[in-house]
């Protein structure tokens, strides 16, 4: 069943600038009142006034008047998709304040009707947005009925019509002069014309409005183009006071570490490096990297790298804002987790190295790996994990100790038997090394060799000066 939900931002214009209450905000375009805050709205301003009545009713109260920003607006919509895009993939922007979400497809998802409307109340309310609900077979009555009361807006038990019948004609403002025409015969609900022959109807007011009503009514499809997830990702928090401390960034930032990897889940991505920027109360913009050697989409990790930049932030001025960008997307690779017991799963080793290099630095970490030589003691090399440092490293050395001496040492040799810490007995070989034939020749035999403890050792026979020399020991 196709089952729309509509969710219609009215106060965006004024929530995408400020959503301080501590003082009235009226937020105007061509020196008319677009939207107030609730502060503005108790002294008496109302949408449509001219600023000479805002300021006789604000009276020497204090006042904030902002100029509509419409780029914003749009911005605040796009990163609204982003989140709803983690709800369900067939979804799409509506005028300048509306999201249409198509549900149906996904109630099995969340358990149910009740389960999704949870968790989109939780997300917006965590976004510190205001918000009305729609709910219909289609799109465009989800948006008429988000004009509702709440319990006719989410009552999908009555028949639609039904639903529809008590809003006002005054809602198709696209359509003015037919709604015009319409109020002066008297009409002035939307259940009044739904009770009109469709012909009549078409007549008198034109065929885009007979098809917008049988669009309204599921009689037509409403073709709209899905939204498209942006290649990159930005999201932003707004405190609506002053943060000097620390702390008080947690929350925030756990809120937009979890809307990104919402997002790269959905979008089957993963990324290795995000950028904060806190935006203070004069507007200036101080950015923080956090990267992770590997590329993955787990919000927890980010959050421990986070935190540890964080600690050892001095936030210079108050910050009014947090703003989480991230532009290195690159497409995920499947995750390696026991279906069965995911508690029991160990940590990555690339988790520790991360939080290691947050918070001692880049150059504390080194590795150590593999190279592609023949000669043992050029094989492993000690690299910095920089980026543009050694090139990655080759296939594991097989049946060799990754520790060598610095040196070979030479073995005590008696009666045919070696000694190191005691008698030594050869396991396994040998392995024969041949190298560096242009420069001074090498020729190697290599066997493991065991101790009376137990201990295996890595020896080696030098065909050319005929001596036993021991070059590591294993683990």
Known sequence: ????????????????????????????????????????????????????????LANNEPLQLLERDESAEQRCLQQLCCWAYGITPSLFSWHQDCLQLEIGGCLNLFQGLDGLL???????????????????????????????????????TRPLAER???????????FPTAVDSLRRAGLHTLGDILALPTAALGRRCGREFTCFLQQLLGQQEDRQADYQPPKTFRDEYWFGYEVKAN???????QLLLQSLCTFLRSTQLQTTEICWQLIGIDRTVREVSVRSASSHSDWKNWHQLTSICFEQLQLAGGVEGLA????????????????????????????LLDRLRSRLGLQAIEKVGCRDEHLPEFAVHVSSDRPG???????????????????????????????????????????????????????????????????????????????????????
């Not at 090394?433 to 101790?451: F, H, L, P, T």
Request: charged fraction near 20%.
């Open 1 to 56: 069943m196709s089952l729309w939900l509509c969710l219609r931002f009215g106060q965006l214009p004024l929530q995408c600038l400020n959503r301080s209450e501590e003082q009235a905000v009226v937020v105007l375009a061509r020196q008319r009142v677009v939207c107030a805050n609730d502060h503005a709205a108790a002294l008496g301003i109302r949408a449509g006034m001219g600023t000479a009545t805002v300021h006789a």
């Open 247 to 253: 702390a008080e960034l947690l929350p925030a930032m």
């Open 164 to 174: 529809l019948a008590p809003l006002p004609l005054g809602l198709l403002d696209t």
């Open 389 to 475: 440092g050694e090139p990655p490293c080759g296939p594991p050395c097989a049946q060799r100790p990754f520790w060598l001496m610095p040196q070979p040492r030479v073995l005590r040799q008696t009666r045919q038997h070696l000694y190191w810490n005691g008698a030594l007995t050869l396991l396994h070989g040998p392995e024969r090394i041949e190298d560096n034939w242009w420069q001074e020749a090498v020729s190697r035999d290599y066997y493991i060799a065991g101790d009376p403890n137990g201990q295996h050792y890595w020896v080696f026979r030098d065909r050319l000066s005929r001596k036993w020399y021991i070059h590591g020991v294993f683990a």
């Open 324 to 351: 989480l960008n991230c532009g290195n997307l690159r497409p995920g690779q499947p995750e390696n987790t026991d279906l069965f017991n995911p508690g029991r799963q160990r940590e990555p080793l690339a988790h």
């Open 118 to 156: 949870t968790r989109v109340r939780s997300g917006i309310s965590s976004r510190g947005y205001s918000v009305e609900y729609g709910l219909a077979p289609t799109p465009k009555a989800a948006w008429l009925l988000s004009f509702a009361p709440a319990d006719t807006a989410l009552d999908i």
